[in-house]
């Protein structure tokens, strides 16, 4: 290894152990289930804030949306951010609170379970399906996880994949499986501060090498398209295309996932105090907002700086590594910067494990806690019970790891179809369960069930279509979801008075 590589190679290891050794100090809070999966609802605002947005971000944040404004300017980031950004507000204005009231009220310590809980299941027939499309959608999402470490890791030292994508995966089945939900928590809250660090530095870094702001904005100008909304700029061409109105929506689209996100809304039931979540809105949103501001920033930076010759010309999805080619360069100038790059590459690093280790805790409390437990009613003491969640989550790693294994997969295309899939089921049957009296479980599993079947009708039979019909999936799925949970809530018999009763009064807390 070089110097510049031996830096950052230290750098990024020490990172690694000290999530391990988070994840130790945080293993003697878990007394119970409850505990491990939902932290005992103790989390502070910042901490619920930024662990969210960090568990939500993945290595979308540090390389998708570089990379998109690096290839073709900013109508694709923009538009990406203004869904995501709006997405990410209203979630937590319209869904946080009253979600933390309602599972406190049922006493659910999981999504799947809310929703049995929320319409008296007692065959817990909700908790199943949604177990069973947590478990669908999640494995092969932290597999996408994992392979997203290896191959970073593999690119910037020349590993082997298969090892470094390996050791990866044990450091975060390790943390996770030790602290539970207060360490993936507070690791994620670790991990949200290095990626805005990376970008800093990157952004600093990247406009003194590409000549400044203003030879930053000359280079982008004189790119057809690159500046337009309503036009994209062809790297190929050089020409500007039409970025229409279908584009437009299927983009923004992207947004309504959030309501469905399991890992997410884990984060608002968890906190400790709800009159707290305004100031977690705030920093959620005022943190995404500049964040992913300074990614397209850096995308643009990074186009100047190719053309100004410091890094090569990246064309295709190798303008995802567009980061990683301006820590390359900075690691040049000796051991101090190595050891900044480095500092950098564990951002890229956190963004994937911050996302990875929340899957894993959701996929585990799937089958632990919701299907063994809630829906085939095992007796277990709490001791059994907790050793039963930490193998659930190591067996769901394993299965990743194998998925994982071929370093060819298309990471950015799994992440796509697992959002949808969950934007698409959970997102409109948490809504009306959460704000509608007269929703009830026929109409919860209706939602869930045409949700999760459109998702796949949509992206396999329908999109290939072309045309008026080249919408992102989660679109048109989430409206027949939403559709088939009130038409069959109407069309059957209304809720029991047990079940008003509490609407009711979580309603009253308002």
Known sequence: MSTAQIGMFVTMVVYLVAMIGMGAAFSKKNRTVGDFYLGGRKLGPFVTAMSAEASDMSSYLLM??????????IADAGWTIIGLATGTYLNWLITAKRIRRYTEATGSITVPAFFSDRYADDKNILTLISAIIIVIFFVPYTASGFAGCGKLFASLFNTDYHIAMIVSACVIIGYTMLGGFLAASTTDFVQSIIMSAALIIILIF???????PVAVLDNAKGLAGYFSMTRTHNAVSKAAEPYGFIRIISTLAWGLGYFGMPHILLRFMAIEDERKLSLSRRVATIWVLISMAVSVCIGIVGLGMSAEGEIPKLVGSDSETVIIKISDLLARHGLGFAMIAGIVLSGILASTMSTADSQLLCASSSISSDILVKCFHARISEKKLM????????????????LAWNPNSSVFQIVSFAWAGFGATFGPVMILALFWKR???NGALAGLVSGGIMIFVWKFAIRPLGGAFDIYELLPSFAVALLFDIIVSLCTKAPDKKITEVFEKVDSMS
């Open 64 to 73: 998708g949306i570089p990379g998109l404004a690096y290839l073709s300017g």
């Open 439 to 441: 929703s009830n479980k």
């Open 206 to 212: 990247g406009f003194e090498k590409a000549g400044g």
């Open 387 to 402: 050793a039963i969640a930490r193998a659930a989550l190591v067996g769901i790693g394993i299965i990743g790891v194998a």
